[in-house]
């Protein structure tokens, strides 16, 4: 069987390395990083992941836009798309839902508990 391929779209290095670490050594899964947006939308049209993980706050274009871009794209629409986020207010929490997000991970997470974290909302066998 082949190995769920995962992209991590986060501008932080650190966060993108241990994510990546986490999902590897724990959750046994094929991952992809990318540093921004644009490099985001770039390695999905490429690369199809099984899922996404998308930082909500990055400069230039944000979470929300990368999302978006996504949706319009026939290629990519059909993505699941976790967000990565420290906003974790239930308006911020309401407004992620109505976008059609398939979850949300409140950043900081705990390492060894994220590639079940992210197997438990996708409904995957981990």
Known sequence: MKAR??????DEEDIRAVAQLALEA???WQVSTA???SEGLNQAYLKNPDAILLDVMMPDMDG???FKAL????LTQQIPVILLT???FSA???RFAELGVTG????PFKTMNLADQVADILGWDN
């Not at 949706?71 to 026939?74: I, K, R």
């Not at 949300?104 to 950043?107: F, H, N, S």
Request: proline residues 0%; hydrophobic residues 50%; positive net charge.
């Open 26 to 28: 724990v959750g046994g």
């Open 86 to 88: 420290a906003k974790v």
């Open 5 to 10: 391929h995962i992209l991590i779209i986060d």
């Open 92 to 94: 911020d929490q309401r």
């Open 35 to 37: 540093s921004s947006g």
């Open 104 to 107: 949300v991970i409140a950043k």
């Open 64 to 66: 929300i836009a990368t």
């Open 71 to 74: 949706q319009l794209n026939v």
